[in-house]
T-cell receptor
C-alpha cells in the first residue's frame, strides 16, 4: 500500500502554541498536499508542495518536504481554537490520477 | 461557498432499501471521486471517474455502483443497503494535478 502515515495520531496544545504534524510515505511522488477536516464535514485543501520544492508557506502554515526521507511536516504557528480539526496529508504519485491519503492527525487547541 | 454539492446531508434508511447519494460540481472538473470514511478517520477510495462514461472501482471493495453520464454529476447507488454500509461518504472533484475539492459529505445510517 502507498498509504502514508501521520504522526502523531492526536495532538492537544494550548492556544498560541505551534503545532507540528508529520507525514511519511512510501513511493516517489509528484506532489504532496495537506487537507483539513472539521468534524463531520468534507476535507478542505490547504497547501500543495511539489517534489522539487523543499518548503512552502501560506499564512500561518509552513510545509516542508524531504524527498530523501519520504516525509513532510505541517507547522501551524500561533494556533487558534478554530484550528481544531483533523489534518491529512495526501500524496500524488506519478502515473496515478488518485491521491493517497494519510491516516490523519486529530488536533485539539485548548483555549 | 462550495462548488461541489452532496445530498442528502444525513440519511437514515432501513435495511434492504435502494439509495442514491447525489454529487454535483459546477467547476467543469473532469475527475471525480467517492471516498468512504470510517469513524477512525481513514479515507478509502471506492469509485472514481476520469470523465463522461468513465468509471473505475477504487482501492476498497464496495457493493455500490456509480455512473457518469454528465460531467457535473457523479451519483453513487446502493441497490440494497445493509448496516455495514453505515458510514460517511465523501465526493470530490479535481482538475489536472491540482488539489481535490470535497463536498460536505453524506452521513448514512442503515438500521
Amino acid at each position: 500500500s502507498q498509504q502514508g502515515e501521520e504522526d502523531p495520531q492526536a495532538l492537544s496544545i494550548q492556544e498560541g502554541e505551534n503545532a507540528t504534524m508529520n507525514c511519511s510515505y512510501k513511493t516517489s511522488i509528484n506532489n504532496l498536499q495537506w487537507y483539513r477536516q472539521n468534524s463531520g464535514r468534507g476535507l478542505v485543501h490547504l497547501i500543495l508542495i511539489r517534489s522539487n520544492e523543499r518548503e512552502k508557506h501560506s499564512g500561518r502554515l509552513r510545509v516542508t518536504l524531504d524527498t530523501s526521507k519520504k516525509s513532510s511536516s505541517l507547522l501551524i504557528t500561533a494556533s487558534r481554537a478554530a484550528d481544531t480539526a483533523s489534518y491529512f496529508c495526501a500524496t500524488d504519485h506519478f502515473g496515478n490520477e488518485k491521491l493517497t491519503f494519510g491516516t490523519g492527525t486529530r488536533l485539539t487547541i485548548i483555549p | 461557498e462550495a462548488d461541489i454539492y452532496q445530498t442528502p446531508r444525513y440519511l437514515v434508511i432501513g435495511t434492504g432499501k435502494k439509495i442514491t447519494l447525489e454529487c454535483s460540481q459546477t467547476m467543469g472538473h473532469d475527475k471525480m471521486y467517492w471516498y468512504q470514511q470510517d469513524p477512525g478517520m481513514e479515507l478509502h477510495l471506492i469509485h472514481y471517474s476520469y470523465g463522461v462514461n468513465s468509471t473505475e472501482k477504487g482501492d476498497l471493495s464496495s457493493e455500490s455502483t456509480v455512473s457518469r453520464i454528465r460531467t457535473e454529476h457523479f451519483p453513487l447507488t446502493l441497490e440494497s443497503a445493509r448496516p455495514s454500509h453505515t458510514s460517511q461518504y465523501l465526493c470530490a472533484s479535481r482538475k489536472g494535478k491540482y488539489g481535490y475539492t470535497f463536498g460536505s459529505g453524506t452521513r448514512l445510517t442503515v438500521v
